[in-house]
């Protein structure tokens, strides 16, 4: 089945900074990835996703790229703030498959 | 609209007792799902519902059955509660399955003493 990956477990980053985070995935069919974020004792929600026909996603300070050629895609957040201190998880589904797999998460701490 | 909603909130239990999770959605939405997610740790798929009529395991099925009782419904039941289910459990939908946006629940937390 499919394996996703995700690093770091932990970031911590300046108010302003840039966040970066990263997920591979082992399954080549899969071809639709989604970033969800969860606020402490909150549900998780979609902030984004990106399906294998295009690289590169953005929404405002948001964006996600794919590179299904390795295998992998990653989260961009910029001019960071506090309210971007979450959890964040990528996923990967396969086409005509049923399911999501998440990835373990990355606690972001945006430190003002 | 409520989105999904799931109840109760929070339950505790001794270790062999049984009890049911509910979960209902009103966007008319095909699939449902459920996780549960341990402290510090991902979502981990425990049964899932592509359509109203089938059900089929996720990655952790043990220990625990699903029903799906119409298309709003998707319960999941522990008939014999062990601590190792202590978790935090989120039922979701989305309009199919897989490849849409999955609106998940406020979640349970249960606690097996």
């Known amino acids: 089945g499919e394996n996703v990956e995700q690093h770091p477990s932990t970031l911590s980053v300046q108010e302003g900074d840039s966040a970066v985070i990263k997920c591979t995935y082992s399954?080549?069919?899969?071809?639709?990835f989604p970033w969800y974020k969860q606020e402490l004792g909150k549900r998780p929600q979609l902030i984004i996703d990106?399906?294998?026909?295009?690289g590169e996603k953005k929404d405002q300070r948001i964006a996600v790229t794919l590179n299904k050629t390795a295998k992998h895609f990653s989260l961009h957040i910029t001019e960071t703030q506090p309210e971007d201190s979450a959890v964040y998880f990528c996923?990967?589904?396969?086409?005509?498959?049923?399911?999501?797999?998440f990835g373990g998460g990355t606690r972001v701490l945006v430190k003002p | 609209n409520a989105g999904v909603t799931q109840t109760p909130k929070f339950q505790v239990l001794k270790t062999g007792q049984s009890m049911t999770l509910q979960c209902a959605q009103d966007?008319?939405?095909?699939?449902m799902y459920w996780y549960r997610q341990d402290p510090g740790m991902g979502l981990r798929l425990i049964y899932y519902s592509a359509s109203e009529g089938t059900t089929d395991k996720g990655e952790v099925p043990n220990g625990y059955n699903v029903s799906r009782l119409n298309k709003r419904e998707f319960s999941l039941r522990l008939e014999s509660a062990a601590p190792s289910q202590t978790s935090v459990y989120f039922c979701?939908?989305?309009?199919?399955?897989?490849?849409?946006?999955?609106?998940f629940g406020p979640g349970t937390r249960l606690l097996v003493l």
């Open positions: 399954d080549s069919a899969s071809n639709y």
């Open positions: 990106i399906r294998s026909n295009v």
């Open positions: 979701a939908s989305s309009e199919r399955a897989g490849q849409e946006t999955q609106y």
């Open positions: 966007m008319n939405h095909n699939s």
């Open positions: 996923a990967a589904s396969r086409a005509a498959g049923n399911k999501l797999t």
